[in-house]
């Protein structure tokens, strides 16, 4: 089992930055890939960003390409995602979530029905 609590929203200017993090218990982080996912008002949750279990790998939508980092720390159980050059469209809910391999070794990184565990999301009001 695996928890997750996420921190670091708030209301911002457009062209501002945030840094959202997210704490994770257990004892086995470092197995899951982990993610960042947001909902607007109105609209569908969707992917923004994810990293392998080691870190060495990145995805990210292309909206956000460019403008966020996502990074973690093992030692910390700890995912980040630094948000910079925000617009007014970032505005959303933002949701860290935990991925572990499927029976074969494979993560999918980008699909919400992917994810094994969600946090219940911090709120990043972006204005213009």
């Known amino acids: 089992q695996v928890q997750l609590v996420e921190s670091g929203g708030g209301l911002v200017q457009a062209g501002g930055s945030l840094r959202l993090s997210c704490a994770a218990s257990g004892r086995t982080f470092s197995r899951y890939a982990m993610g960042w996912f947001r909902q607007a008002p109105g609209k569908e949750r969707e992917f923004v960003a994810a990293i392998s279990w080691s870190g060495g790998s990145t995805y990210y939508a292309d909206s956000v390409k460019g403008r966020f980092t996502i990074s973690r720390d093992n030692a910390k159980n700890t995912v980040y995602l630094q948000m910079n050059s925000l617009k007014p469209e970032d505005t959303a809910v933002y949701y860290c979530?935990?991925?572990?391999?499927?029976?074969?070794?494979?993560?999918?990184?980008?699909?919400?029905?992917?994810?094994?565990?969600w946090g219940k999301g911090t709120l990043v009001t972006v204005s213009s």
């Open positions: 979530a935990a991925e572990a391999p499927d029976y074969s070794g494979r993560y999918y990184y980008t699909s919400l029905d992917a994810m094994d565990y």
